[in-house]
């Protein structure tokens, strides 16, 4: 079935990049979605690109998609400490059904 | 800026209880989802509904059933709330194929 894989933690230092991956399996997804979480809060949208498109850069932040490999990645530029979330990628195929795939999410600690 | 409300942050109730969890969004969107968060599990789907009074089965619907009486509107109903149960519960919107917003969540504890 359908799967969306995250690795689990990322610690970076502050003022570093962060580079967040995630692979996907269904190759039909049309929308692939990065997701912040803080503390307690819901999740906020940062960020999506489509899946005719390879890169989107959006201020500090740059996705890079790579269908061949069913990879997708989120580049935090110069990383702060607010930064620190989890951050989720999801994956929406052309089932019909608005469904989203979502990964387990990464939890980023950025290190003063 | 869409807005989605949940009822309540936090919510303490006793096994067996019949337990509703409201979610209201105020920007006429279509779709609607409640999801459960669990450590490590990521963001599963309980139920979802892309029309009012029309609902779908996501991948753990088992103990919930949900209520879309108006479109604004989608409830999520613990028929007899377990210790299981007991988890983040997050809801979202969405207008046709466009990005799910979502609410603050509802941290539910059944004792």
């Known amino acids: 079935g359908e799967d969306v894989e995250q690795s689990l933690f990322l610690s970076v230092r502050e003022g570093d990049s962060s580079v967040i991956n995630c692979t996907y399996t269904?190759?039909?997804?049309?929308?692939l979605y990065w997701y912040k979480q803080e503390p307690g809060a819901g999740l906020q949208l940062l960020t999506y690109i489509f899946s005719n498109m390879d890169m989107k850069q959006d201020q500090r932040l740059t996705v890079l998609l790579n269908k061949k490999d069913k990879h997708l990645s989120l580049r935090i530029a110069d990383t702060q400490t607010g930064d620190s979330a989890i951050y989720f990628c999801?994956?929406?195929?052309?089932?019909?059904?608005?469904?989203?795939?979502f990964g387990t999410g990464t939890r980023l600690k950025v290190l003063a | 800026d869409v807005k989605v409300t949940q009822s309540s942050r936090y919510l303490v109730k006793r096994t067996g209880e019949k337990v509703f969890l409201e979610c209201v969004q105020d920007?006429?969107?279509?779709?609607m989802f409640w999801y459960r968060q669990d450590p490590g599990l990521g963001l599963r789907l309980i139920y979802f509904?892309?029309?009012?009074?029309?609902?779908e089965k996501g991948d753990i619907p088992e103990g919930y059933s949900v209520s879309r009486e108006k479109k604004e509107r989608f409830s999520l109903i613990l028929e007899s709330a377990s210790t299981n149960q007991t988890s983040m519960y997050l809801c979202?919107?969405?207008?046709?194929?466009?990005?799910?917003?979502f609410g603050d969540g509802t941290r539910l504890s059944i004792l």
């Open positions: 979202a919107s969405s207008p046709g194929y466009q990005p799910q917003h």
């Open positions: 269904d190759s039909s997804s049309t929308y």
């Open positions: 920007m006429d969107h279509e779709n």
């Open positions: 509904s892309y029309d009012v009074k029309m609902k």
């Open positions: 999801a994956e929406a195929g052309t089932s019909g059904t608005y469904k989203y795939i």
